[in-house]
């Protein structure tokens, strides 16, 4: 009898594309992934749950086995150092981390103050810098920090680069290339490796395809 997979997909942005993605492996989801509000989906013909989680949390139920697979922003990843293996680079939700800030100014020399929702990673970016920050963490609307004289500067995701823009701010260093991830629980690996390996290999070639298509 095949295995029951759990998978915790991250609600938001990512989520869409994602779905796509599991379409186009030939996974047959049902409608209820386009307009719902259900946050368990089972789908019995293809022996998947899937929850449907915030993004930031997906590593969390895959690291204590409640869900089997997770599709995670490497952001998440470097934010949460979780203990799961991370499978496969979907190449969706392409975005990148970037130090910003009001232009023409300097950072204050004692323990410049950084925004960010991303506290971990700004931590080790500037002490790999060899600067003494503080870090404030915010959960959202991070361009205001250095508008309002909170922060000198923020960390954050650029995407378009409107946001900053719309807000006069700029980008001064990028720091890391983020997509998603498809990511697994060290022991799921283990004790279902017929059926994780069968969606790897789906996706895989939807990935192959997608870059031909590119
Ligand atoms: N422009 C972007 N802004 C933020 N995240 C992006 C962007 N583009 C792609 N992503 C990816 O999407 C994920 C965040 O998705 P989303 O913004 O839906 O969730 P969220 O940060 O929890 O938002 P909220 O707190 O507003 O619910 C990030 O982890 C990142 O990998
Ligand atoms: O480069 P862009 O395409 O403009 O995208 C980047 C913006 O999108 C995200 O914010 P989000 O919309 O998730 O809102 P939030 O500030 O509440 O996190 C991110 O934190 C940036 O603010």
Same mark, same amino acid.
């Given at each position: 009898?095949?295995?029951?997979?759990?998978?915790?997909?991250?609600?938001?942005?990512?989520?869409?594309?994602?779905?796509?993605?599991?379409?186009?492996?030939?996974?047959?989801?049902?409608?209820?992934?386009?307009?719902?509000?259900?946050?368990?989906?089972?789908?019995?013909?293809?022996?998947?749950?899937?929850?449907?989680?915030?993004?930031?949390?997906?590593?969390?139920?895959?690291?204590?086995?409640?869900?089997?697979? $997770?599709?995670?922003? !490497?952001?998440?990843? @470097?934010? /949460?150092?979780? %203990?799961?293996?991370?499978?496969?680079?979907?190449? +969706?939700?392409?975005?990148?981390?970037?130090?910003?800030?009001?232009?023409?100014?300097?950072?204050?020399?004692?323990?410049?103050?950084?925004?960010?929702?991303?506290?971990?990673?700004?931590?080790?970016?500037?002490?790999?810098?060899?600067?003494?920050?503080?870090?404030?963490?915010?959960?959202?609307?991070?361009?205001?920090?250095?508008?309002?004289?909170?922060?000198?500067?923020?960390?954050?995701?650029?995407?378009? $680069?409107?946001?900053? !823009?719309?807000?006069? @701010?700029? /980008?001064?260093? %990028?720091?890391?290339?983020?997509?998603?991830?498809? +990511?697994?629980?060290?022991?799921?690996?283990?004790?279902?490796?017929?059926?994780?390996?069968?969606?790897?290999?789906?996706?895989?070639?939807?990935?192959?395809?997608?870059?031909?298509?590119?």
């Amino acid at each position: 009898m095949k295995d029951w997979l759990t998978v915790a997909m991250p609600k938001g942005r990512i989520f869409t594309e994602a779905v796509e993605m599991l379409r186009m492996a030939g996974f047959e989801l049902p409608p209820e992934f386009d307009d719902s509000r259900k946050l368990i989906i089972d789908v019995p013909e293809e022996c998947f749950r899937f929850i449907l989680a915030k993004p930031m949390d997906v590593p969390t139920y895959v690291e204590y086995g409640v869900a089997d697979l $997770g599709i995670a922003g !490497k952001d998440v990843m @470097l934010e /949460e150092e979780r %203990d799961v293996y991370e499978l496969l680079d979907l190449q +969706i939700s392409a975005c990148y981390l970037a130090v910003a800030g009001l232009p023409h100014t300097q950072m204050n020399d004692v323990a410049p103050k950084i925004a960010t929702k991303y506290p971990n990673v700004a931590a080790a970016y500037f002490r790999e810098q060899g600067e003494q920050v503080e870090i404030i963490k915010l959960n959202g609307s991070i361009e205001l920090a250095p508008l309002i004289g909170l922060a000198d500067r923020i960390v954050d995701i650029v995407s378009t $680069g409107r946001t900053l !823009k719309e807000n006069g @701010l700029i /980008e001064y260093e %990028d720091i890391v290339n983020i997509t998603s991830r498809l +990511i697994v629980n060290p022991v799921s690996y283990r004790m279902k490796d017929a059926r994780i390996s069968d969606v790897v290999e789906r996706l895989t070639e939807v990935i192959e395809q997608e870059k031909v298509v590119k």
